[in-house]
């Protein structure tokens, strides 16, 4: 499975992104899919994931309420909707894929991770 995330970009304190990552390969064998982000001088820490067949949806506490995952399954496509951004939601966000059953909010059990795309809110 390749990923190929998208949609990074400079918003301003309060303003919205939408991520997006195109999957290609077999992505029927996939569970669960996420995004992380690495924020700079710290460790990549989980954003939130979804199951792909039943679309179950995880969150990081930090993120709850004002982001939104999603999956398109005939697009094979994964969206992070982010909304109310603050300057500490600047990162180099990832998206990943899980084809093992694990934990969705730990890095471990994700097999498969894109190229990551800058995210930069400016206060």
């Known amino acids: 499975v390749q990923l190929q995330a998208s949609g990074g970009g400079l918003v301003q304190t309060g303003g919205s992104l939408r991520l997006s990552c195109a999957a290609s390969g077999r992505t029927s064998s996939l569970y669960t899919v996420g995004w992380f982000r690495r924020a700079p001088g710290k460790t990549r820490e989980f954003v939130a994931a979804i199951t792909w067949t039943y679309g179950s949806t995880y969150y990081a506490d930090s993120v709850k309420g004002r982001f939104t995952i999603s999956r398109d399954i005939a697009e094979r496509t994964l969206y992070l909707q982010m909304n109310s951004l603050k300057p500490e939601d600047t990162a180099v966000y990832y998206c990943?894929?899980?084809?093992?059953?694990?934990?969705?909010?730990?890095?471990?059990?994700?097999?498969?991770w894109g190229q990551g795309t800058q995210v930069t809110v400016s206060s």
């Open positions: 990943a894929a899980d084809s093992s059953l694990g934990i969705p909010t730990i890095e471990a059990p994700y097999d498969y």
